[in-house]
């Protein structure tokens, strides 16, 4: 199913701290996967940023994998899988 990058914005942000999967281009143009959430409670996603993640559409998420903060760029997500269906970012 495909879904609109908007759409995917919002289920990431209405995830209610479940576990989900991204893929997207990184800056070096590499792709990534990564199973991530929201609502991690040791430690603060955006705390102590200089600016706000939102206005440059990036999500602060949590890399269950590598244990710590990442962002993830909506702007390059290619797809999106949650609550046991994926969805392609067009």
């Not at 600016?51 to 993830?72: A, C, H, K």
């Not at 899988?81 to 970012?89: A, C, K, L, P, R």
């Amino acid at each position: 199913m495909r879904i609109s990058k908007a759409t995917a914005k919002d289920m990431i942000q209405n995830s209610k701290g479940k576990i989900f999967t991204t893929t997207y281009i990184k800056k070096d143009k590499s792709k990534r996967v990564m199973n991530c959430r929201l609502e991690v409670k040791k430690g603060v996603t955006g705390e102590g940023l200089r600016y706000n993640p939102d206005e440059y559409n990036l999500i602060p998420v949590y890399d269950m994998q590598s244990q710590g903060f990442r962002m993830v760029n909506v702007d390059t997500l290619v797809s999106l899988s949650i609550s046991n269906e994926t969805y392609e970012v067009i």
